[in-house]
């Protein structure tokens, strides 16, 4: 049953820690984005990966770090460095075709951070 | 970064009803998605569009990507209760593996009995 996994789904840290959320995919997709969801709000992207050890920063990288070692595994890790952390954590991953224009993202359940 | 304006941001609609929101650009995109989100969860793509113009269904849903590239409309025919959640449309300009989304704010559909 192929799909994207995030744990856990609630979180909650004191200030000034860091945190990793995690985010596995068995569909075989070679990139994988990290989200951001604030209340009322839409998606912002963080980070993402193309291809296993590359990354890019996204529109919000500020106060976050990622790993991509394994193709399955995109952990995002929530630094002391976030000014606002609390929010709803999103994971996507796309189809690999490289000779498509076709990309559809598709996500994970989310992690909703809460640091107290 | 940019978001993408969509409206209406909210609805209240009755069973049965149907219902229109768009979403528009001050860029052009080659792609256009359309997503649905039920509270605490992730989104899940409603429809993907890939050619100005073109319209797409998917049972009562129907999208269509605007012929100027620039926007993108969503239509829900007959709703029913379990339409209630929040709309998402994204645009899409890069090709290959990992071309950027970019989202709009959002249109939550509210279905009464």
């Known amino acids: 049953d192929g799909g994207i996994t995030q744990s856990p789904k609630y979180l909650f840290r004191k200030e000034g820690q860091n945190v990793t959320l995690s985010c596995e995919q068995n569909l075989n997709h070679d990139a994988m984005y990290w989200y951001r969801q604030d209340p009322g709000q839409g998606l912002r992207l963080i980070y993402y990966s193309q291809i296993v050890n590359d990354f890019q920063k996204g529109d919000i990288a500020e106060g976050y770090s990622v790993s991509r070692e394994k193709k399955e595994s995109f952990p995002l890790t929530v630094t002391s460095a976030q000014k606002n952390p609390t929010a709803f954590y999103l994971c996507?991953?796309?189809?690999?075709?490289?000779?498509?224009?076709?990309?559809?993202?598709?996500f994970g359940p989310g992690t909703r951070l809460t640091v107290l | 970064g940019q978001q993408l304006n969509q409206s209406p941001q909210s609805m209240f609609i009755q069973e049965g009803e149907d219902v229109s929101m768009n979403c528009t650009s001050s860029s052009i995109f080659n792609t256009w998605l359309w997503y649905k989100q039920d509270p605490g969860e992730g989104p899940v793509l409603l429809i993907a569009?890939?050619?100005?113009?073109e319209l797409t269904s998917n049972g009562r849903l129907t999208a269509q990507f605007g012929i100027t590239r620039k926007d993108s409309f969503l239509n829900i025919s007959a709703s029913i209760p379990s339409d209630v959640g929040i709309y998402f449309c994204?645009?899409?300009?890069?090709?290959?593996?990992?071309?950027?989304?970019?989202f709009g704010t959002g249109t939550r559909l509210q279905v009464t009995l």
């Open positions: 569009l890939y050619k100005a113009g």
């Open positions: 996507a991953s796309s189809i690999p075709k490289p000779l498509s224009y076709k990309n559809e993202q598709f």
């Open positions: 994204a645009g899409q300009l890069g090709t290959g593996t990992a071309s950027k989304l970019t």
